[in-house]
């Protein structure tokens, strides 16, 4: 049970109403109206992190699941379990990420990269030279601040839903590695 009431719908501006109509109705959403003058544009970021990246879809998936892990959100990493799956990371490596094992020989060097960069990201205030050095083997810059961009965003989708216990939803099934479908539903993917 969310630790906030809904709002009341005749609070929420026509504009907001309007631009939400768009999507099924979804309890994540729902919180996000007490602050009718943000959900636009963090749904609008959320559409730009899955439309707009050059960063490969299987590197965003990757980082979106360690920012899950690390913030201990399982909203965000149900979600992407299966928007993971067909961006092509197997149970064994979501499982690895679960597990919080960097260590691990079942990830390739870059994965293991990839996943320790956006660990340390969440969950320190300075990434290591070792683990940014490694991470720069396989990005170039503009997939590195599309990463911060993805934890930053994700950091926060994740405090939403567990500060807020929001309650999980299934919307998220229909999700492809690109988004939502052309016609309906929640661009973010979140």
């Known amino acids: 049970m969310a630790r906030l009431h809904a709002p009341d719908p005749d609070t929420i501006p026509g504009d907001v109403g309007e631009f939400l109509a768009k999507f099924p109705p979804d309890t994540?959403?729902?919180?996000?109206?007490?602050?009718?003058?943000?959900?636009?544009?963090?749904?609008?970021?959320?559409?730009?992190?899955?439309?707009?990246?050059e960063l490969p879809a299987r590197t965003r998936e990757l980082t979106i699941l360690t920012v899950a892990e690390n913030t201990r959100c399982e909203f965000v990493a149900t979600q992407h379990e299966s928007i993971?799956?067909?961006?092509?990371?197997?149970?064994?490596?979501?499982?690895?990420?679960?597990?919080?094992?960097?260590?691990?020989p079942a990830l390739s060097e870059h994965d293991r990269a990839i996943i320790r960069f956006a660990a340390e990201i969440v969950t320190q205030p300075q990434v290591s030279d070792t683990v940014f050095t490694s991470a720069r083997r396989f990005l170039p810059d503009r997939h590195i601040v599309e990463l911060l961009h993805l934890c930053g965003y994700y950091w926060t989708l994740s405090r939403v839903c567990t500060v807020l216990e929001v309650d999980l939803t299934q919307l998220y099934g229909q999700v492809s590695v690109a988004g939502f479908p052309t016609g309906g539903g929640n661009p973010s993917g979140s």
């Open 28 to 53: 994540l959403f729902t919180m996000l109206t007490h602050s009718p003058t943000t959900i636009q544009p963090f749904i609008t970021l959320a559409q730009a992190l899955y439309t707009s990246l």
């Open 84 to 104: 993971s799956e067909r961006a092509g990371v197997r149970e064994e490596i979501r499982q690895v990420i679960r597990n919080r094992d960097w260590t691990s």
